[in-house]
């Protein structure tokens, strides 16, 4: 087995992790957001175990992790939505809109520029959008101490995965799914602690 291997091994038990962290609170709140993260961990722990079985399936690998930053998309939409006032709350549809995408997603994947063009905005978005949220969050005296760090190693893990150029590849990969990982046990630990204060 290669590093890259260990690395998608050691991601699978972080994944499980997470999501045993998250589905323990959505079983007791079935919050819509939560749903949405749990499904985007469960898309990115298929990815993954795709990637172990047969690393040439990178057409179906491409359209899972894209699937799944789809589902953090739809959650943060749908955080937005639960965080205002319900007289000022935009229809539920209108959550699940980015969903959509997954209509024309097959006509990308094979497409390289075109698919990392594609994952890297939905990636600083969705951490950007998050970081924005969660900070508002922290000056609303709100414990959110744990999702910015959690945002933060995200952050670090895509600056450093998009704009790296002193690394190998391989280096790179395992470098970011490290801090990647990190980033994901933070955040859903700071779900996990914020909700049962509630």
Not at 11 to 37: D, H, M, P, W
Not at 53 to 62: E, H, S, Y
């Amino acid at each position: 087995m290669d590093i890259l291997s260990w690395v998608s091994i050691l991601n699978i038990i972080v994944l499980l992790f997470s999501i045993y962290q998250v589905g323990t609170i959505f079983s007791e709140k079935r919050l819509a957001y939560l749903s949405l993260i749990c499904l985007a961990l469960v898309s990115y722990l298929i990815s993954n175990i795709i990637f172990l079985v047969d690393q040439d399936l990178i057409l179906i690998i491409r359209f899972v992790n894209l699937s799944s930053l789809v589902c953090v998309l739809s959650a943060l939409f749908s955080l937005i939505r639960e965080s205002k006032p319900v007289f000022a709350r935009f229809p539920s549809i209108l959550s699940y809109i980015p969903f959509l995408i997954l209509l024309f997603l097959p006509l990308i994947l094979g497409q390289t520029v075109i698919y990392n063009l594609l994952t890297a905005t939905f990636q600083a978005g969705s951490i950007l959008v998050a970081l924005m949220i969660f900070v508002l969050n922290k000056l609303n005296k709100k414990d959110s101490g744990w999702h910015i760090s959690g945002l933060i190693l995200l952050l670090f893990a895509f600056v450093f995965y998009w704009f790296n150029t002193l690394l190998t590849p391989i280096q790179e990969v395992v470098i970011t799914e490290l801090v990647l990982l990190s980033g994901i046990v933070l955040l859903t630990t700071g779900i996990r602690k914020s909700h049962f204060k509630l």
